[in-house]
């Protein structure tokens, strides 16, 4: 199963309400305001741990410039040429691939090469289990000049694995759930923001439900982190 979109700021009203802590979920705009910021700073802090930006693939076809990959370089300047390997990594995932030019410069078009022929998207199959792919193989070892290979397509993951949507809602409580608790660090048994009354266990804030949900986000997190060929 998976989600369409990142956990928002509505998921995460539901979600304290179901603990028990949020009794008057009529929230108004003010309150939904900071359940957004919450939301919206665990996304952004997903996507930094993973190194996957975005990690939800956006609608619209984005374009990413690459330099030929491998370590040596031909030539000296301004003629250097560099690569060398025929494994490119990618810096984010790729649901699909509109096109991919070598030899590209501001000067020259370059040449479009054709998938399954010129190069392969790689792992095999990623596509069948729900991932983008995350490097891509040419069919013979690449030189060119840096930024020269060019790739059009959709970057990120198809949708939200469940574990992340859950992993990235844990963030997003965590975060409420500090900044309110500093709240009532001062004795207070409940805050209020807007209509919305945010109650607090005995003792104060949820030091434990913090704890558990930044463990499943870091260990959600480091699964998908991109792992790198070299």
Not at 105 to 111: D, K, L
Not at 161 to 187: C, I, K, Y
């Given at each position: 199963m998976s989600q369409t979109a990142m956990p928002t700021g509505l998921d995460l009203q539901e979600r304290l309400v179901a603990a028990g802590i949020v009794s008057n979920p009529l929230a108004t705009s003010e309150t939904f305001t900071r359940y957004d910021l919450w939301a919206g700073a665990a996304k952004a802090d997903w996507e930094k741990r993973t190194?996957?930006?975005?990690?939800?693939?956006?609608?619209?076809?984005?374009?990413?410039?690459?330099?030929?990959?491998?370590?040596?370089?031909?030539?000296?300047?301004?003629?250097?040429?560099?690569?060398?390997?025929?494994?490119?990594?990618?810096?984010?995932?790729?649901?699909?691939?509109?096109?991919?030019?070598?030899?590209?410069?501001?000067?020259?078009?370059?040449?479009?090469?054709?998938?399954?022929?010129?190069y392969w998207l790689k792992p095999v199959n990623a596509a069948l289990n729900g991932r983008p792919s995350e490097w891509i193989e040419f069919s013979s070892p690449q030189w060119g000049y840096p930024r020269s290979i060019v790739i059009v397509g959709k970057w990120g993951y198809p949708s939200?694995?469940?574990?992340?949507?859950?992993?990235?809602?844990?963030?997003?409580?965590?975060?409420?759930?500090?900044?309110?608790?500093?709240?009532?660090?001062?004795?207070m048994s409940s805050v209020a923001l807007g209509l919305d009354k945010f109650t607090f266990a005995a003792g104060g804030a949820y030091d434990s439900?913090?704890?558990?949900?930044?463990?499943?986000?870091?260990?959600?997190?480091?699964?998908?982190?991109?792992?790198?060929?070299?």
């Open positions: 190194g996957r930006v975005p990690f939800v693939v956006d609608a619209a076809d984005a374009t990413r410039y690459y330099d030929p990959p491998g370590p040596h370089a031909r030539g000296g300047w301004p003629n250097a040429w560099v690569g060398g390997s025929h494994l490119l990594e990618l810096d984010n995932g790729l649901v699909s691939c509109t096109s991919l030019t070598i030899g590209y410069s501001p000067s020259a078009p370059g040449t479009v090469l054709t998938v399954n022929v010129g939200v694995p469940d574990d992340v949507f859950g992993a990235v809602l844990d963030r997003a409580l965590a975060l409420a759930l500090t900044e309110l608790g500093a709240m009532s660090s001062g004795g439900e913090v704890k558990r949900a930044m463990t499943n986000f870091e260990q959600t997190s480091m699964r998908y982190t991109r792992q790198y060929l070299g």
